[in-house]
C-alpha cells in the first residue's frame, strides 16, 4: 500500500532566498535548512516500504522529523527542532494516493527509550511498595493483642489477623504487589513497544528501530514489517542501519552516503559488503565451528 508518494524538499536557492528574508541576525544553525540541499536531495518517492540508510548526521533522521511535521503524524517523544523547523517545512510539498490512516504514525528511538525508563520507574515503585509491604508483615506479627475498638479499627484487624495466618509471599500476593508490570529485557520491551505501535493501516515512520534489539529480534521485527506491509496496507519509510532490515523485501533503498542520495540495492551498501568480506574472510572458521562438523 502507498499512501504518501512522493515529498519535495526545498532546493539550495530556495533555502538561501529564505535565510535572506529571516529577520534574526544572531544563530549558529538554521536547522534544518542546507541539511538535505547539501547533499543534493530535493524529492523522495516512496515504495511500500522505503529504507533511508547512511551514517550519523546523514539526514535520515531530519527527513522523517520534516515528513512527520508536514503530515502531522502522531507522536509520543518530542524531537530536537529548532525555531527554523516550521519555517523549512512549509516549504516542503508532498503527495498522497490515499488518506492517511488515524492510526499513521512516527516512532524514533527516543520513544522506545522513554518507554523503557517508564517501565522501569513503574517497576521501581512496585519494588519500593513491595518492600513496605515486607515490613508490615513482620509488624503486625509481631505486635501485641488487638483490640477492636470502633468500626474504624476494622482494616488494621484484618491486616493483624491476615499477617498471623499467612505467609509473607501470600500477603505480599493478596496486594497485587508480588509481580513487576512486564518482567522482560531491554530487547524484548523495545519489540514490544514497536509492534504495539503498529495498529493495521497506516503510515509508520521508523527510526533506527534496530536499538536495544538482538540480530534474532531484528529478524523477528523484518519479518513483522513484512508481513504488516504485504498484508495489512501499511506503509514504511524506515531510517536503519542494520542489515536484517535492509534485506526487507521489495524495499526501496536510498543510500544518504552517496553524492548525491540516490537509490541502491541492499547488496551495495557499503557497511552490508564489510559485513559480507568480514564473514567471506572468516568463512573456514565458521564451517569449522559448525554444529554439523562437530557431530561428525
Known sequence: MIYLSEFVFPSYDEEYRARLDEKRTCFNTMYPFFVLSSRGLERLDFAPVTLL?????????????????ALSLRRDAPFNRSSFFDGYVKLCSSRTLAPLPEESRAVSSDDVFDYMLSLRAVNEGIDVKREE????????RRSGPFRMQSLDDYDELKKVTDARKKTLSGYV???????????????ESAYFYFTSRI????????????????????????????????????????????PFLLSLRGAKIYDFDGDPVDVKRWTQLESVRAYFEFFETHRREFRQSSPSKQEK
Open 53 to 69: 540508510y547512511g551514517g550519523n548526521g546523514s539526514g535520515k533522521t531530519t527527513v522523517l522529523n520534516v515528513i512527520a511535521e
Open 199 to 242: 495498529q493495521g493501516a497506516g503510515l509508520y515512520l521508523l527510526d533506527e528501530p534496530e536499538n536495544s534489539l538482538s540480530p534474532s529480534k531484528q529478524l523477528e521485527l523484518k519479518q513483522f514489517l513484512e508481513e504488516e506491509a504485504r498484508f495489512f496496507d501499511c506503509q514504511f519509510i524506515i531510517a536503519t542501519h542494520s
Open 173 to 187: 500476593r493478596e496486594s497485587g504487589m508480588d509481580k513487576n508490570v512486564r518482567e522482560q529485557s531491554n530487547g
Open 133 to 140: 509491604l515486607f515490613d508490615e508483615y513482620f509488624q503486625k
